[in-house]
């Protein structure tokens, strides 16, 4: 069955305090994966799309790499800002488009 | 660029009322989906529509859940009539047309928070 499992469930960091959130993947052909932030009371925001293994995106403090089961989110040196949950969902290949979606970190940056 | 347009933001109905929802996509943008979020959960697929057409709409309860997207633009969500589980965040979401490499991102709307007491 294909599953995203994301961990852990909630982190919480001191400001400057480098982590990484993990997004491990059980899908019958990888499409895609992708990345949102969502601030409470908003939609989910895209970051980034990884397509293949060995890929990796960065946006400001934040890192996206791609392994053939896995994920990981690093954020370099957080800011408060940074609080937030980030989602993970992958696209399995196929005809539509329909999103595998985890369960997200919420992380919480102490100034 | 204007973003994924949703109205009403809030809305707070008794049980077995009715209610809708309403989202206007990104400009150019042919796939709209329909997503319901309970708190501390990620986003549950109700519905897509490519252009007009139902591409996907197996976890929408239909006995009291429909969706339409009449000339392939704006779309409604309606419930009739709610019960108390359907208090969550409707959530609308479009994508791009695919591109030869590729581009399934889904940029979402603020939200629809409704509460059924």
């Known amino acids: 069955e294909d599953q995203v499992t994301q961990s852990p469930e909630a982190l919480r960091l001191q400001e400057g305090e480098s982590s990484s959130l993990n997004c491990s993947y059980t899908?019958?052909?990888?499409?895609?994966l992708f990345w949102y932030r969502q601030d409470p009371g908003k939609g989910p925001e895209f970051l980034f799309t990884?397509?293949?293994?060995?890929e990796e995106k960065e946006k400001e403090r934040l890192k996206a790499t791609l392994t053939k089961k896995e994920s990981f989110l690093h954020i370099t040196a957080p800011k408060p800002e940074d609080s937030a949950t980030y989602l993970c969902?992958?696209?399995?290949?196929?005809?539509?488009?329909?999103?595998?979606w985890g369960l997200g970190t919420s992380l919480a940056v102490n100034p | 660029e204007a973003g994924v347009a949703q109205s009403p933001r809030y809305k707070i109905i008794e049980k077995r009322q009715s209610v809708a929802f309403w989202c206007n996509p990104i400009?150019?943008?042919?796939?709209l989906y329909w997503y319901q979020q309970i708190l501390g959960q990620g986003p549950k697929l109700l519905i897509q529509?490519?252009?007009?057409?139902?591409?996907?709409d197996s976890q929408l309860p239909k006995d009291r859940f429909s969706a339409e997207r009449l000339k392939g633009v704006d779309s409604t969500l309606k419930i009739q009539p709610a019960k108390l589980e359907d208090s969550a965040v409707y959530l609308c979401?479009?994508?791009?047309?695919?591109?030869?490499?590729?581009?399934?991102?889904?940029?979402f709307g603020p939200g629809t928070r409704l509460t059924v007491t």
């Open positions: 969902a992958v696209l399995r290949a196929g005809n539509n488009r329909k999103l595998i």
């Open positions: 899908v019958s052909g990888l499409r895609g």
């Open positions: 990884l397509y293949s293994a060995g």
């Open positions: 400009s150019g943008h042919a796939t």
């Open positions: 529509f490519q252009n007009n057409g139902v591409v996907d």
């Open positions: 979401a479009s994508s791009p047309p695919s591109t030869s490499g590729g581009s399934y991102e889904q940029y």
